[in-house]
């Protein structure tokens, strides 16, 4: 099991950046895949990024590729959202999510563990 805590969050204007963080428990973090995924008021959650075992491969939502940046530090327990140029569609509360077996990065159906999530609001 690997218990998942995000930081990072908060109020950014439109254009700025913020940088999401995810510390995670436990001695096996590289042998999960991790993702980010965001849910605004009165919508679903939504895949952002996602990002394989060894970090070799991410994944990106259309909205977000090109302004957002995944990375991960195996030797730290951690997992990174870079977010630049952000918009106000952007406003949502992000989560960290860690996948144990086979998943499909896109489906939050397929990721075991959750954070308690980080609330990023950006003002127009």
């Known amino acids: 099991q690997v218990l998942l805590v995000e930081s990072g969050g908060g109020l950014v204007q439109a254009g700025g950046s913020l940088r999401l963080s995810c510390a995670a428990s436990?001695?096996?973090?590289?042998?999960?895949?991790m993702g980010w995924f965001r849910q605004a008021p009165g919508k679903e959650r939504e895949f952002v990024a996602a990002?394989?075992?060894?970090?070799?491969?991410?994944y990106y939502a259309d909205s977000v590729k090109g302004r957002f940046t995944i990375t991960r530090d195996n030797a730290k327990n951690a997992v990174y959202l870079q977010m630049n140029s952000l918009k106000p569609e952007d406003t949502a509360v992000y989560y960290c999510?860690?996948?144990?077996?086979?998943?499909?990065?896109?489906?939050?159906?397929?990721?075991?563990?959750w954070g308690q999530g980080t609330q990023v609001t950006v003002s127009s």
């Open positions: 436990g001695r096996t973090f590289s042998s999960y895949a």
């Open positions: 990002i394989r075992r060894n970090g070799g491969v991410t």
């Open positions: 999510a860690a996948a144990q077996g086979a998943y499909r990065p896109s489906y939050y159906h397929d990721y075991d563990y």
